[in-house]
């Protein structure tokens, strides 16, 4: 072979190589079985992360999610299947879609929902651009309870557009009304706020939605689907677009994604709503069966009359969420939400009897609170993470001033041992 490509002896193929760069040796360790690679890819992956018990929130959260829905999820006609164009070999994606679509509106207590978007901070957006387009108008209030996560979302969709964002304050961890009812006027497209917000306090919006319809403007909703299990929905306090992070709906953590964002709305709204809605109807034969009824994309309609660019589908995130919420059922819901709720609560009285812990009271919450410490937040996080918990969420990453403060996050996962050992870890760290 050398003699046929031209070369005298197997070095003269490297000679390119310099030197101080050549390898010491091209002596391969020997072969090993499927088995065998595996285990070592495995005892290499381990290296890459701790086992941390995690009490992070922030919008994305710890929830069990039942072996049945990746069991289901993974069944090739669902994780092969893309956007249903055609319904005659499409029935089961969208009978699929049709019962999520169905599911999010019992949940936010709305009248129509859209079969999915991205995830929880572009379906904020989309929300957002929905009010300004339904209202024709080009001002728009954000509680500062929003998260800061998806309003930097909204903020980066709308750099280059000519829509004016004012944020009001948080008062004792809730939306101030004076604030909002002052700059109120017929300039104003919608009102955007959070429950819980991003601080884990919960607030009823009945009258900010009062005083917004008042002055022609719509309230936007981000919402944190788990909490509805017990709290009033936007439904009930009369809200007009409702979106949220779908993640706490049978889908893991995932290193962050791929995730879920719903939206529901009013039916007099439903043709300015971004995505596509699937319907039920019957075919020649009388059958019921299911079609996409609206699809307000550029492909579909002319683009001016468009709604929204988005053209992936996220359906299979959807489908995981209609199986766990099929799998847990009305009464489940209630259940889970009420444990979330309960676990929260015994952690924030353990946490108290913590010399120098703050736990703020002055707003009731569901699974997620804040907490001031005696040390700087991210220090205290950073040391334990050593010790094998993942204690919170330092609110100085997005708020100046908030050095000691973090949000910590309780679900359904976390169990009374667990939080006994996170309490005994902090106060030792805190003592030193």
Same mark, same amino acid.
């Given at each position: 072979?050398?003699?046929?490509?031209?070369?005298?002896?197997?070095?003269?193929? !490297?000679?390119?190589?310099? $030197?101080?760069?050549?390898?010491?040796?091209?002596?391969?360790?020997? &072969?090993?079985?499927? !088995?065998?690679?595996?285990?070592?890819?495995?005892?290499?992956?381990?290296?890459?992360?701790?086992?941390?018990?995690?009490?992070? &929130?922030?919008?994305?959260?710890? /929830?069990?999610?039942?072996?049945?829905?990746?069991?289901?999820?993974?069944?090739?006609?669902? !994780?092969?299947?893309?956007? $249903?164009?055609? $319904?005659?070999?499409?029935?089961?994606?969208?009978?699929?879609? #049709?019962?999520?679509?169905?599911?999010?509106?019992?949940?936010?207590?709305?009248?129509?929902?859209?079969?999915?978007?991205?995830?929880?901070?572009?379906?904020?957006?989309?929300?957002?651009?929905?009010?300004?387009?339904?209202?024709?108008?080009?001002?728009?209030? *954000?509680?500062?309870?929003?998260?800061?996560?998806?309003?930097?979302?909204?903020?980066?969709?709308?750099?280059?557009?000519?829509?004016?964002?004012?944020?009001?304050?948080?008062?004792?961890?809730?939306?101030?009304?004076?604030?909002?009812?002052?700059?109120?006027?017929?300039?104003?497209?919608?009102?955007?706020?959070?429950? $819980?917000?991003? #601080?884990?306090?919960?607030?009823?919006?009945?009258?900010?939605?009062?005083?917004? /319809?008042?002055?022609?403007?719509?309230?936007?909703?981000?919402?944190?689907?788990?909490?509805?299990?017990?709290?009033?929905?936007?439904?009930?306090?009369?809200?007009?677009?409702?979106?949220?992070?779908?993640?706490?709906?049978?889908?893991?953590?995932?290193?962050?994604?791929?995730?879920?964002?719903?939206?529901?709305?009013?039916?007099?709204?439903?043709?300015?709503?971004?995505?596509?809605?699937?319907?039920?109807?019957?075919?020649?034969?009388?059958?019921?069966?299911?079609?996409?009824?609206?699809?307000?994309?550029?492909?579909?309609? =002319?683009?001016?009359?468009?709604?929204?660019?988005?053209?992936?589908?996220?359906?299979?995130?959807?489908?995981?969420?209609?199986?766990?919420?099929?799998?847990? &059922?009305?009464?489940?819901?209630?259940?889970?939400?009420?444990?979330?709720?309960?676990?929260?609560?015994?952690?924030?009285?353990?946490?108290?009897?913590?010399?120098?812990?703050?736990?703020?009271?002055?707003?009731?919450?569901?699974?997620?609170?804040? *907490?001031?410490?005696?040390?700087?937040?991210?220090?205290?996080?950073?040391?334990?993470?050593?010790?094998?918990?993942?204690?919170?969420?330092?609110?100085? =990453?997005?708020?100046?001033?908030?050095?000691?403060?973090?949000?910590?996050?309780?679900?359904?996962?976390?169990?009374?041992?667990?939080?006994?050992?996170?309490?005994?870890?902090?106060?030792?760290?805190?003592?030193?």
């Amino acid at each position: 072979m050398l003699q046929k490509i031209g070369v005298k002896k197997i070095d003269d193929l !490297f000679i390119d190589i310099k $030197p101080q760069h050549k390898p010491k040796s091209f002596n391969l360790p020997k &072969g090993k079985s499927e !088995f065998e690679v595996l285990e070592y890819l495995k005892s290499l992956s381990a290296k890459n992360s701790t086992q941390l018990v995690p009490f992070i &929130g922030g919008g994305y959260y710890d /929830h069990y999610v039942p072996a049945v829905v990746s069991a289901l999820t993974s069944r090739g006609e669902f !994780f092969t299947a893309y956007t $249903p164009y055609q $319904p005659e070999c499409s029935q089961g994606t969208l009978q699929s879609l #049709f019962e999520y679509q169905s599911m999010i509106c019992a949940m936010t207590d709305m009248e129509v929902s859209n079969a999915s978007l991205y995830e929880g901070g572009t379906a904020l957006y989309e929300a957002v651009m929905m009010a300004l387009r339904i209202t024709g108008r080009k001002k728009v209030l *954000v509680d500062g309870g929003v998260s800061p996560i998806h309003k930097k979302i909204i903020h980066s969709y709308t750099d280059n557009l000519h829509y004016e964002f004012v944020e009001t304050p948080v008062i004792h961890g809730q939306a101030s009304r004076a604030a909002i009812k002052e700059l109120l006027n017929k300039d104003i497209a919608a009102v955007v706020v959070q429950n $819980p917000n991003f #601080f884990g306090a919960i607030d009823d919006y009945t009258d900010i939605v009062d005083m917004a /319809h008042k002055c022609g403007a719509l309230v936007v909703e981000s919402v944190y689907p788990i909490s509805l299990g017990i709290l009033k929905t936007p439904g009930e306090m009369g809200v007009d677009i409702v979106t949220g992070e779908g993640q706490s709906l049978g889908l893991a953590l995932n290193f962050g994604g791929p995730y879920l964002g719903f939206m529901a709305t009013k039916k007099e709204f439903v043709r300015k709503m971004p995505g596509r809605i699937v319907g039920q109807t019957v075919d020649t034969q009388g059958r019921r069966c299911y079609v996409n009824t609206l699809q307000a994309r550029e492909q579909h309609i =002319r683009r001016e009359k468009a709604t929204s660019n988005i053209c992936t589908n996220v359906a299979l995130c959807a489908i995981q969420a209609v199986i766990f919420m099929s799998l847990v &059922g009305k009464q489940g819901f209630k259940e889970l939400a009420g444990i979330n709720a309960d676990k929260a609560e015994y952690m924030k009285q353990c946490l108290a009897k913590i010399k120098g812990v703050e736990v703020k009271r002055s707003s009731p919450t569901f699974n997620e609170f804040t *907490v001031c410490l005696p040390k700087d937040a991210s220090s205290v996080v950073e040391v334990m993470i050593k010790k094998g918990f993942a204690a919170g969420f330092p609110l100085s =990453r997005y708020y100046k001033g908030m050095d000691n403060y973090m949000i910590v996050a309780v679900t359904e996962k976390r169990t009374k041992a667990e939080i006994d050992a996170y309490v005994k870890a902090l106060g030792e760290i805190l003592l030193k």
